[in-house]
Every structure is written in C-alpha cells, then in structure tokens.
C-alpha cells in the first residue's frame, strides 16, 4: 500500500468517525476520564488556578460556563425545533412515548434526590441535577453494542434526551435564575422581538439572526437569566422551509438546517469536551469513603441510577400495558430496560445543574461525586443488560453498518 492510499485510509476513517452521531459521547468520556487524572496529578494547581484566571469580566470557568456553552444551548434548541416540525417529533404518535418516558425520567430522580435532601433546605436545591440525561454519553454506549440493538431504540433514546433537555432548559429558567435586572430583561425582549420580526418577514441570511443573538446573549448574561439560555431562544427564531428533497438539499436551503450543520462538529468535538474537561475535575485529596454515603452524593447517584430506572422504564410499560403507545420496533422488554439504565447517564447537563445550584466548592465536589459514581453505574448496567439481551449480529430494523 502507497503512503497516500494510508494517508487516504486514515484521513477517510477519522471522517467516519466524525460524523458518527456517537462520537462525541466516546471523546466526552476520555475527557472526563483526562480531567479526572488532571485535578488528582502534579499538575492540579495549574489545573484549577487555570479555570478560576480572569480574562476581562468572567473567569476561564465562567467563560466556558456561560459563553461557550451557549452554542451548546443553541444546537439543542435548534435541534428541538427540527425533530418537532421536521423530524421524529414531527407527529403526536411520535412524540407520546418519549415524551412521557421523559417526564417520569425527570420526576422520579428528583423525588428520589429529595428523599435523601428534602430535609436540608441549601441541599434540597439541587433537586433537578440528576433529572437530564446526557444524550451524547448514553448514544456512545449504545454505539459500543454496534448492530444489536434496533434503530428504533437508538431514535427513542435520541427523542426522549432532547425532549429532556427541553425540560432542563424550563427547569433553569424558573428555578435557577435570581436577581433578575429589570432593564436587561426588556431589552433582551426588544431584541428577541427582532428576532421574531426577521423570522416573519422571511430573512434567510443567518447573519442578522447571529449579529442579534449575540446582543440577545449580553444582555440576557446581564439579566440575571443565565446568559445560556439565549442560545435556546435564538435557536426558536431561526427559519426552517419544510421543502420535499434530500437532507443535503435541505442543508442548502433552510437557514436552521444549515446552522444546525455547521454547529455539530465543532459543539460535539469542542465545546463538550472543553465544558467536561472544565467541570468533571474533582480532587480525590482528603476524600474519605464517608462522602460516599452523604446525602448529597447518595441523591444524585440514586436518583440518576434508581429514579431515571425507574422513571423511564415504569412510564413506558404504564403506556404500553394501557396500549397508548407501542414498544420501539424490534425492541425486547429487556432491551428497553438495558435503555432506561443509560437514561441515567447524567454527565454534561447534570454538572451545568450542579454548579447554578451551589456555589460552595465541598458541595459541588459532591454533586460531582455523585454524578460520576451515578453515571458509571448506570452506563455500565445498561450495557451489559444490553448485551444480554441482545442477540449477536444485526438486530431487527437495523440498518447496514
């Protein structure tokens, strides 16, 4: 083989592996996994100075957490909007299962986070950390199963992260927002107003809607709302033509399409990792086996491994057996189980949670404890279930690797 047919083998395979929708939940876990070892090495006080340094008005943390994770927001909201007019939310049948395992996916965690908590009014503030599920995490474990599990279990799982997501963008609206500035607030709506007027009149450059997004975003930040959350605002104003064709065709012509494709690879590739390799660090120096079983960690574990369980898995058979809806198809009840434990892979939202619901360092290190032991076992449970029930080779309504 000649070096440019290696080099063309290599370059080919990296594209592959790009563009694979899971991806990004394989590169978010090593990153997690390199911070970890980071904030427990030589190299932590530089690790966690480096995040805490003030460029301009913000830290490097603050940066990351408010700025870049805002593009994050955007790619959901537009996502979001997609799969409900154009997409596998696009209809009623579509959306009732994972829209109601979503719900009892965020109930259930949070009653079990207040069992442990309920009695700490500071603690029991952290009661949404482990309702959202980590889309880009649990579709990478999935992926390691390759053929053996149905398509139609992939899109349910794909369905009901997004609609949890959109639920954890009400949920930080209206429960972690404080000290709100009035004035900000209006001219925030001034400029989401334009927004909207650009959509009516039918602007389709892209240039005006993100000129305008990143006013939304300063005066949003400046609100007291957290600035993030104009990404999802932003995203709702951008146009989508429902035109007949090839999703290529409608990456040329619908403005959402198109900013939805640019954003992927670089929020999948970048701004996760960078936000995971920010926040999942957690120093092991001093820790005892006793934060283990503190109420705080035994909540966001318990609740993101039982309640999502739970939750997901209990509201489902509840819309079967009463024949509203239907198992995804090709699906086993063993498999749906196996899909309930991943559901409780908590990692990128469950820590953006954690950090606006405490500002004492010992109780975010918790909160981290928690999410991390929570998620790995779920992770781990929920493959081998996977792998039990599944049989070898390709599964029915599977497609062709």
Same mark, same amino acid.
């Given at each position: ?5 290696r080099?063309g ?10 563009d ?6 394989l ?7 390199l ?13 966690f ?10 830290s490097v943390q ?8 805002a593009?994050?927001?955007?790619l ?12 596998q939310l ?6 009732v ?5 979503a ?6 965690p ?23 599920t ?11 199963l ?9 899109v349910?799982?794909a369905?009901?992260?997004i ?11 209206l ?5 709100l ?9 001034a400029?989401?107003?334009l ?12 240039a005006?809607y993100?000129?305008?997004g990143?006013? /939304?975003? *300063?005066?949003? $930040?400046?609100?007291?709302?957290? +600035? %993030?959350l104009?990404?999802v605002? #932003?995203? &709702?104003?951008i ?20 900013l939805e ?32 079983v503190e ?5 966001v574990?318990?609740? /993101?491994l *039982?309640?999502? $369980?739970?939750?997901?898995?209990? +509201? %489902?058979?509840?819309?079967v057996? #009463?024949? &509203? ?5 090709g699906?086993s ?15 990128t ?15 975010q290190?918790?909160v ?15 493959y ?18």
């Amino acid at each position: 083989m000649t070096h440019l047919a290696r080099a063309g083998r290599v370059q080919n395979t990296f594209r592959r592996f790009l563009d694979n929708e899971s991806s990004g939940g394989l590169v978010l876990m090593a990153v997690a996994v390199l911070a970890i070892i980071t904030a427990n090495s030589a190299a932590a006080a530089e690790y966690f100075a480096g995040l805490h340094a003030y460029i301009g008005p913000l830290s490097v943390q603050h940066w990351i957490n408010d700025a870049l994770m805002a593009l994050f927001f955007l790619l959901v909201g537009l996502e979001l909007k997609r799969e409900m007019l154009d997409g596998q939310l696009a209809t009623w049948s579509r959306r009732v299962l994972p829209g109601v395992a979503a719900a009892g996916g965020m109930l259930a965690p949070a009653l079990i986070y207040l069992i442990f908590n309920g009695g700490d009014p500071a603690a029991a503030r952290g009661w949404a950390i482990p309702a959202a599920t980590d889309i880009a995490f649990a579709l990478g474990v999935l992926s390691l199963l390759g053929p053996r599990v149905p398509v139609s279990l992939k899109v349910f799982l794909a369905a009901l992260a997004i609609i949890d997501d959109l639920g954890a963008v009400v949920i930080i609206a209206l429960f972690y927002s404080g000290n709100l500035s009035l004035p900000d607030l209006a001219g925030a709506a001034a400029v989401l107003g334009l927004l909207v007027v650009l959509n009516r009149r039918g602007v389709m450059s892209l240039a005006p809607y993100l000129l305008l997004g990143a006013v /939304l975003w *300063l005066l949003v $930040l400046r609100s007291g709302v957290h +600035a %993030t959350l104009a990404g999802v605002l #932003l995203a &709702l104003t951008i146009p989508i033509r429902l035109t007949p064709g090839t999703p290529e065709a409608k990456v040329q012509e619908s403005p959402l399409h198109r900013l939805e494709h640019w954003l992927q690879r670089p929020v999948a590739f970048l701004v996760v990792p960078i936000f995971g390799f920010a926040n999942a660090g957690v120093s092991f120096s001093g820790v005892t086996p006793a934060v283990l079983v503190e109420p705080l960690t035994l909540g966001v574990a318990g609740g /993101l491994l *039982l309640g999502k $369980l739970l939750g997901v898995f209990g +509201a %489902t058979a509840v819309m079967v057996r #009463l024949k &509203l809806a239907d198992l995804p198809a090709g699906a086993s009840w063993g498999q749906m189980f196996g899909v309930s434990l991943l559901c409780g892979i908590g990692f990128t939202m469950s820590l953006f949670i954690g950090l606006l619901a405490f500002d004492e360092p010992a109780m975010q290190d918790k909160v981290k404890f928690g999410i991390l032991a929570g998620s790995l076992a779920a992770g781990l449970l929920g493959y081998l279930v996977l792998r039990m029930t599944s049989r070898e080779g390709k599964a029915p309504g599977t497609r062709g690797a």
